[in-house]
């Protein structure tokens, strides 16, 4: 989604205001003109913002504690925006924050005043401030976790294009990951030939981990899978049982895979965005092999079977 954007170049004077492409919202940085909207929109909704053991009413139970918030905030790396409609109404607030002072991973939190709701508001917030997160903040994955039974903001979180990747601290977990946010492909270069190819399904793998299946274009001897690994996850350690050939390829991120032979010695190959193009590594049967993403970056790496991959190929192994 297009946006205007204008950069922060003083708090409190010219804050961070991204403007939706069909105007019908408008993010602003918080500032201290806002407290008194912002308190009056939690202090009507604390029944509907307390849902789901949310705090964010028990935090701000007056006009002041709003200020404090605004002008001593506790992490100041927090980016919080007034989510506005196009009648320029405060309907709720969304946040990014990173997990750390330059980390390249953030966290979006969000509410909506009970009134705004099932208007797409925060659908159309989400996308806005996540795409400013990749595209100015140069973050490479953002998270959102949210409270089991809260589907409202499952919806919010899926129709802006994130995936359920698992839990963390008692909730579910969604992301979305710049490089991982991959069009369908059309084609493959694969063995100095560009081929073309069918997109079949996406499937889970593990959590953090998931595989886009696609054939090749009347090409019915192999079938290749595009493998897009979270930061600090890895694919199942899985041990070759048939087929003709195994390719495993790097695409793009920070990781490694680790082969490890039959007679127990190990290929430890690290990738990057450095490294040379095409890597593929061919796996024999009997061998076992797993990727793993580095812990601050994302991994995408792809396989290739011949033939066609089928249930009984690998054998899944504990680690």
């Given at each position: ?161 994130y995936q359920e990747t698992g839990k963390h601290d ?21 063995e100095s030939s560009i081929q073309p190819i069918s ?30 690994i979270e930061p600090g996850f890895k694919t199942p ?83």
């Amino acid at each position: 989604m297009a946006s205007e954007i204008h950069p922060n170049k003083e708090f409190n004077n010219n804050p961070i205001e991204i403007v939706s492409s069909d105007g019908g919202i408008v993010l602003r940085q918080f500032t201290l003109r806002d407290s008194e909207e912002i308190f009056a929109l939690i202090d009507r909704n604390r029944s509907h913002l307390s849902q789901f053991g949310d705090d964010t009413a028990d935090k701000y139970p007056t006009l002041q504690s709003v200020r404090e918030s605004i002008e001593h905030p506790k992490n100041p790396e927090r980016l919080r925006f007034a989510i506005r409609n196009k009648e320029r109404q405060m309907a709720g607030s969304i946040n990014l924050t990173p997990y750390e002072k330059g980390s390249t991973r953030g966290e979006v939190g969000y509410y909506l005043g009970s009134e705004f709701q099932k208007k797409g508001y925060m659908v159309k917030a989400v996308e806005i401030l996540t795409n400013y997160g990749f595209d100015f903040l140069n973050y490479k994955i953002i998270y959102g976790d949210i409270a089991e039974g809260n589907i409202s903001s499952e919806k919010v979180l899926l129709k802006a294009g994130y995936q359920e990747t698992g839990k963390h601290d008692g909730k579910i977990r969604y992301s979305k990951n710049k490089e991982q946010n991959i069009s369908q492909l059309n084609t493959f270069d694969f063995e100095s030939s560009i081929q073309p190819i069918s997109f079949v399904e996406t499937t889970k793998v593990a959590t953090g981990v998931e595989c886009d299946v696609y054939t090749f274009d009347g090409d019915n001897s192999k079938d290749l899978g595009v493998i897009r690994i979270e930061p600090g996850f890895k694919t199942p350690l899985q041990r070759v049982l048939k087929g003709n050939r195994t390719i495993e390829g790097y695409v793009s991120g920070k990781g490694r895979l680790v082969i490890a032979k039959p007679d127990g010695t190990q290929e430890k190959h690290s990738v990057d965005n450095n490294t040379q193009k095409p890597f593929v590594v061919a796996v024999a049967i009997g061998e076992k092999m797993q990727w793993q993403a580095d812990k601050d970056s994302p991994l995408v790496a792809y396989e290739i079977c011949f033939p066609p991959y089928e249930d009984g190929r690998y054998e899944n192994l504990q680690e």
